[in-house]
């Protein structure tokens, strides 16, 4: 896989996209079927030929596209806020979990059994997310910085919804540690903002023509 901005940019299209989806199923209590397939497919592509190919092309991240685009130009808004946090958090975790291969094993050892029995079933399966959240509940909820996933307590206490949102931050280690394997870092998401932003917006005029 090359290492450029249009690279780094689609990784952090792929987290804000999965963060976005944290925050709706918290306090909509619904997600985007296509996102969800999106996110359990990075997930299960952990060989990929390109980070395209790990979300399944580029016009799988449209949403994560334009949130990079509202949020590098300063719209404070704040739900725009809240999903910013949670990237943050993400890529904190992340970098943590890149020092504990123990762990990193385990989580490959429990993405391999989600992915066995997706094979059985299919990728978006009750069971194959239960098996996803799992994953996440046992190794990355343990971890610090805590994510605090704010929203409705109907939502968040809802076994299937409380599911997808683990499933989704999950997705988004996944493209964290994409970032990171292509290049990114605090300094260049502090100051390489408005090159990823222009990255970005080129990339959906060129979905549109």
């Given at each position: 896989?090359?290492?450029?901005?249009?690279?780094?940019?689609?990784?952090l299209a792929g987290?804000?996209?999965?963060?976005?989806?944290?925050?709706?199923?918290?306090?909509?209590?619904?997600?985007?079927?296509?996102?969800?397939?999106?996110?359990?497919?990075?997930?299960?592509?952990?060989?990929?030929?390109?980070?395209?190919?790990?979300?399944?092309?580029?016009?799988?991240?449209?949403?994560?596209?334009?949130?990079?685009?509202?949020?590098?130009?300063?719209?404070?808004?704040?739900?725009?806020?809240?999903?910013?946090?949670?990237?943050?958090?993400?890529?904190?975790?992340?970098?943590?979990?890149?020092?504990?291969?123990?762990?990193?094993?385990?989580?490959?050892?429990?993405?391999?059994?989600?992915r066995n029995q997706?094979?059985?079933?299919?990728?978006?399966?009750?069971?194959?997310?239960?098996?996803?959240?799992?994953?996440?509940?046992?190794?990355i909820s343990t971890?610090?910085?805590?994510?605090?996933?704010?929203?409705?307590?109907?939502?968040?206490?809802?076994?299937?919804?409380?599911?997808?949102?683990?499933?989704?931050?999950?997705?988004?280690?996944?493209?964290?540690?994409?970032?990171?394997?292509?290049?990114?870092?605090?300094?260049?998401?502090?100051?390489?903002?408005?090159?990823?932003?222009?990255?970005?917006?080129?990339?959906?005029?060129?979905?549109?023509?």
């Amino acid at each position: 896989m090359s290492d450029s901005t249009t690279d780094r940019t689609l990784a952090l299209a792929g987290l804000f996209q999965a963060a976005a989806q944290v925050q709706h199923l918290a306090r909509e209590g619904t997600s985007d079927p296509d996102m969800l397939e999106t996110a359990v497919a990075s997930i299960f592509n952990t060989k990929p030929s390109s980070t395209e190919a790990v979300f399944g092309g580029r016009d799988r991240l449209k949403a994560g596209l334009h949130l990079i685009g509202e949020i590098t130009n300063r719209r404070s808004a704040p739900p725009l806020r809240e999903i910013t946090q949670y990237v943050v958090t993400l890529l904190a975790l992340e970098r943590q979990l890149a020092k504990r291969p123990a762990m990193l094993d385990q989580i490959g050892e429990g993405i391999e059994r989600a992915r066995n029995q997706a094979e059985h079933f299919s990728p978006s399966h009750a069971y194959v997310l239960s098996n996803l959240s799992a994953v996440y509940s046992e190794t990355i909820s343990t971890m610090m910085p805590k994510i605090l996933v704010h929203g409705s307590q109907a939502y968040l206490t809802n076994p299937e919804i409380a599911t997808r949102i683990r499933v989704f931050l999950l997705a988004g280690i996944r493209a964290a540690v994409l970032w990171r394997q292509r290049g990114g870092s605090h300094w260049r998401l502090l100051f390489g903002r408005s090159a990823i932003a222009r990255t970005a917006q080129d990339m959906l005029r060129q979905m549109q023509t």
